[in-house]
């Protein structure tokens, strides 16, 4: 012979379930989208890096094309090594809470001087 239990007894357990799981659930929302925020933000600098580098190796103004497809905030650096072209950006990361601190994301591209430009500017 069996016993069934009470209903009664497991009442609130759903609630006390929720206000336990719901903070985690949160946490875990808003670190998804920080990072597919700085994935995004990684694949700009990476485009911004490749239009510097190349405009750069090119003889033009590294810097200002970079700038043109930089994500907002970005830093773009440009150095010329003899034949090769160097351009690093860096651009931060606006994680989804305000007392959160920054992440800094950066991509580098690499260029050869092409042939027949007097001097590479960075």
Request: include cysteine; proline fraction near 6%.
């Amino acid at each position: 012979m069996s016993r069934r239990r009470s209903a009664g007894r497991d009442r609130g357990s759903f609630t006390a379930e929720l206000a336990a799981g719901l903070p985690a659930l949160l946490l875990l929302l808003l670190t998804g989208l920080t990072a597919v925020n700085a994935v995004g933000t990684r694949a700009g600098c990476l485009h911004a890096a490749r239009e510097a580098a190349l405009a750069a190796s090119r003889g033009e103004d590294g810097v200002a094309a970079a700038g043109r497809a930089a994500p907002a905030g970005a830093e773009v650096t440009v150095t010329v090594d003899g034949q090769r072209v160097t351009a690093t950006v860096r651009g931060p990361v606006r994680a989804l809470g305000t007392r959160l601190p920054r992440i800094t994301v950066a991509a580098t591209a690499v260029a050869a001087v092409e042939p027949g430009v007097p001097a590479a500017r960075p």
